[in-house]
């Protein structure tokens, strides 16, 4: 069943302008980590956080994790037109349970 | 870095048929791959959970029968879409998490399938 849900669903910016997106879950997690995907083609992992972590970063990546709420935050800064992709948050339960849930998505379009 | 390679890219077929997926390690062994189906505009969900020498795990509502998977080898996992029909067209994704590593480490994905079914 589908855990994560992320909003915004869509987000369209202006290259130079920052970008960011959440992610909300359900269920305790072992770590958090967000991919991207470029249409048509599969994910690439972007930046991994780990329960005990609050903020990571990662290049122009910033990813905050409040486990209180059961929320995520990805912060693109200073986008570019190649930012231009879905970003998915995916969970990881841990506990054996080896595959991730990932979130609906958000589609970030950054106009040049 | 770890690489997944899956191949066909893209499959076109007849509905009746039954198509084959390929899912390879190629710098790693993977005694476990996952098997993601993916609608347009949509998350991924996961299917099944393939486990080497022995059965894939299925999730609730996936048919085994009708999505059979092999992982005869520790880099080579492959799913059978058997006698297809048109609501299986859908982008398949497979993914590896490099063998050695705790469960904290990411996933590494394939290119995906993109499957048509006339």
């Known amino acids: 069943s589908q855990q994560g849900e992320e909003d915004p669903q869509a987000l369209s910016i202006q290259e130079g302008e920052n970008a960011t997106m959440n992610c909300s879950y359900k269920?305790?997690?072992?770590?958090l980590q967000w991919y991207r995907q470029n249409s048509g083609r599969g994910l690439v992992h972007l930046i991994l956080?780990?329960?005990?972590?609050r903020e990571k970063h990662s290049g122009r990546l910033r990813v905050t994790l409040d486990t209180s709420k059961k929320s995520s935050s990805l912060l693109i800064t200073a986008s570019r037109a190649a930012d231009t992709a879905s970003y998915f948050c995916a969970t990881d339960a841990g506990a054996g349970r080896r595959a991730l849930t990932f979130g609906s998505g958000t589609r970030l379009q950054v106009q040049p | 870095g770890a690489v997944v390679s899956q191949h066909p890219s893209r499959v076109i077929c007849k509905s009746g048929t039954s198509v084959k997926i390929e899912c390879r390690s190629l710098?790693?062994?993977?005694?476990?791959m996952f098997w993601y189906r993916q609608f347009p505009k949509q998350s991924l969900m996961l299917m099944a959970t393939?486990?080497?020498?022995?059965?894939?795990?299925?999730e609730q509502g996936v048919e085994k029968d009708k999505f059979l998977i092999n992982h005869a080898s520790l880099t080579l996992s492959t799913l059978t879409v058997t006698s297809a029909h048109p609501e299986d067209s859908s982008f398949y994704i497979c993914?590896?998490?490099?063998?050695?590593?705790?469960?904290?480490?990411?996933?590494?994905f394939g290119n995906g399938t993109r499957l048509t079914v006339t």
């Open positions: 993914s590896a998490r490099s063998e050695g590593l705790t469960n904290r480490s990411p996933l590494h």
């Open positions: 269920t305790s997690i072992n770590n």
């Open positions: 393939s486990n080497e020498g022995s059965k894939a795990t299925y």
């Open positions: 956080i780990r329960s005990n972590e």
């Open positions: 710098d790693f062994q993977a005694t476990t």
